[in-house]
């Protein structure tokens, strides 16, 4: 099994889910921004690794531009070193456009997960060498207005058959990168990995997430996390 298989299934499945009112536009960015996904793994995700981080979905001015994990336009470009040719959805939001590394908004979150890691790690090489970044789900869900709507808040059918596929995406790349740790981004994360991975014996964690819309987050996110981190025993510098 590899990560491009477990893409390439995940895709197909993927594909053959309905998400009805209030979700008008649905993005997948392991569609039109392929190309950028496989070169992050390619160049980062080999071997195993100590931790895996999971965010909860792509945000629209991160993942959902760029095609990389947190993917706030400006990290993959300058520290990652990442920039591909990136596509459009296919029934693109008005107000959600996709411009792939032209895109000038930032995505907080994004920007404040690599901005970590590039002031505790200093390269991306040594930052990989331990820890991996992921999203458990790679879809963007938008409502008529253009406001994202999380996948915890869909429709419970459409929530169940999304979390099977995404689950078992999961669990078959923690059996390639075969962690110590699983640390959800937040209590989504931990609360999908969790039971996700029941009966893996792998050791599951929390930190805090890094959006703007988390008062926590606001209040020094570095700092949060890396006191998250002391606790759970994780040595980070």
Same mark, same amino acid.
């Given at each position: 099994?590899?990560?491009?298989?477990?893409?390439?299934?995940?895709?197909?499945?993927?594909?053959?889910l309905?998400?009805?009112?209030?979700?008008?536009?649905?993005?997948?960015?392991?569609?039109?921004?392929?190309?950028?996904?496989?070169?992050?793994?390619?160049?980062?995700?080999?071997?195993?690794?100590?931790?895996?981080?999971?965010?909860?979905?792509?945000?629209?001015?991160?993942?959902?531009?760029?095609?990389?994990?947190?993917?706030?336009?400006?990290?993959?470009?300058?520290?990652?070193?990442?920039?591909?040719?990136?596509?459009?959805?296919?029934?693109p939001?008005?107000?959600?456009?996709?411009?792939?590394?032209?895109?000038?908004?930032s995505?907080?979150?994004? #920007?404040?997960?690599?901005?970590? @890691? $590039? =002031?505790?790690? /200093?390269?991306?090489?040594?930052?990989?060498?331990?820890? +991996?970044?992921?999203?458990?789900?790679?879809?963007?869900?938008?409502?008529?207005?253009?406001?994202? #709507?999380?996948?915890?808040?869909? @429709? $419970? =059918?459409?929530? /169940?058959?999304?979390?099977?596929?995404?689950d078992?995406? +999961?669990?078959?790349?923690?059996?390639?990168?075969?962690?110590?740790?699983?640390?959800?981004?937040?209590?989504?994360?931990?609360k999908? @990995?969790?039971?996700?991975?029941?009966?893996?014996?792998?050791?599951i964690?929390?930190?805090?997430?890094?959006s703007?819309?988390?008062?926590?987050?606001?209040?020094?996110?570095?700092?949060?996390?890396?006191?998250?981190?002391?606790?759970?025993?994780?040595?980070?510098h």
């Amino acid at each position: 099994m590899s990560i491009k298989k477990i893409t390439d299934d995940l895709l197909s499945e993927l594909k053959r889910l309905k998400f009805g009112l209030p979700v008008t536009h649905v993005y997948n960015p392991l569609e039109y921004a392929r190309e950028s996904y496989d070169t992050y793994f390619s160049r980062y995700g080999g071997g195993t690794k100590e931790i895996l981080l999971i965010g909860m979905n792509p945000g629209p001015f991160g993942m959902a531009q760029t095609g990389v994990p947190f993917g706030e336009v400006e990290a993959v470009k300058q520290w990652l070193k990442i920039e591909t040719a990136v596509g459009k959805p296919g029934k693109p939001h008005p107000k959600r456009p996709v411009e792939g590394f032209n895109c000038h908004r930032s995505e907080v979150s994004g #920007r404040r997960v690599w901005g970590w @890691a $590039k =002031e505790c790690f /200093n390269t991306p090489e040594n930052f990989f060498r331990r820890f +991996l970044i992921l999203n458990y789900c790679p879809l963007v869900f938008m409502e008529e207005s253009g406001r994202n #709507r999380t996948p915890d808040k869909l @429709a $419970k =059918e459409e929530r /169940n058959l999304l979390y099977r596929s995404c689950d078992a995406a +999961l669990l078959k790349t923690v059996q390639i990168y075969r962690p110590k740790l699983v640390i959800g981004i937040g209590a989504f994360a931990e609360k999908r @990995a969790q039971l996700a991975l029941k009966g893996v014996g792998v050791r599951i964690e929390r930190i805090t997430h890094p959006s703007p819309a988390n008062p926590k987050a606001n209040r020094g996110w570095a700092k949060c996390i890396e006191k998250e981190f002391r606790e759970m025993g994780v040595k980070i510098h």
